[in-house]
T-cell receptor, first 112, second 115 residues
Framework: AQSVTQLGSHVSVSEGALVLLRCNYS??????LFWYVQYPNQGLQLLLK??????LVKGINGFEAEFKKSETSFHLTKPSAHMSDAAEYFC??????????FGAGTTVTVRA | NAGVMQNPRHLVRRRGQEARLRCSPM?????VYWYRQLPEEGLKFMVY????????ESGMPKERFSAEFPKEGPSILRIQQVVRGDSAAYFC?????????????FGPGTRLTVT
């Protein structure tokens, strides 16, 4: 089954430091890829998406992700973490079968 | 433009009772998807519905769970005879048309607690 793997269930960064969240997908056919953010007790908010256009995708709140077919990766980065970035982040993949398949999530904590 | 709405936001049921979760898609959207998020896990697809039709229910447990999306009114996810293992957050998403199924907009979720 097609799937997506997020490396690291918890990431802790200092305020102002680089945020790097890793996501790898399993398929020889490039899918559509997404990053979502979930704040406590809230729904999912779309950060950014890759739909086979530019491989470097810019999203909201200063986040961006790069699609690398050779590495089957779609890692999420933000150059400078802010306290408000503390949340859970989900990578998801879409293979044209109506459903999104989500990774297990990465919880980000930001240290002052 | 109102987003996807779900109610109730929190639901507490005793074992053996029924849970009914409601989802109103975004205005103009006729495609609805239900996902379940168990504690410490990502979201798992349950069912995809269009108005009056179940398109894909491959993620639904075979027993006790059912979903509908009537011609009028919200989509309903129904869980009969709930058990502790049903405790989870249930999210609804909607999309405008089948060609845009990857553009899913999520509601705030219903958090079900079974005591």
């Amino acid at each position: 089954a097609q799937s997506v793997t997020q490396l690291g269930s918890h990431v802790s960064v200092s305020e102002g430091a680089l945020v790097l969240l890793r996501c790898n997908y399993s398929s020889s056919v490039p899918p559509y890829l997404f990053w979502y953010v979930q704040y406590p007790n809230q729904g999912l908010q779309l950060l950014l998406k890759y739909t086979s256009a530019a491989t470097l995708v810019k999203g909201i709140n200063g986040f961006e992700a790069e699609f690398k077919k050779s590495e089957t990766s779609f890692h999420l980065t933000k150059p400078s973490a802010h306290m408000s970035d503390a949340a859970e982040y989900f990578c998801a993949v879409y293979y044209n079968d109506y459903k999104l398949s989500f990774g297990a999530g990465t919880t980000v904590t930001v240290r002052a | 433009n109102a987003g996807v709405m779900q109610n109730p936001r929190h639901l507490v049921r005793r074992r053996g009772q029924e849970a009914r979760l409601r989802c109103s898609p975004m205005k103009g959207h006729s495609h609805v998807y239900w996902y379940r998020q168990l504690p410490e896990e990502g979201l798992k697809f349950m069912v995809y519905l269009q108005k009056e039709n179940i398109i894909d229910e491959s993620g639904m447990p075979k027993e006790r769970f059912s979903a509908e999306f009537p011609k009028e009114g919200p989509s309903i996810l129904r869980i009969q005879q709930v058990v502790r293992g049903d405790s989870a957050a249930y999210f609804c998403a909607s999309s405008l048309r089948v060609g845009d199924s990857y553009e899913q907009y999520f509601g705030p979720g219903t958090r079900l607690t079974v005591t």
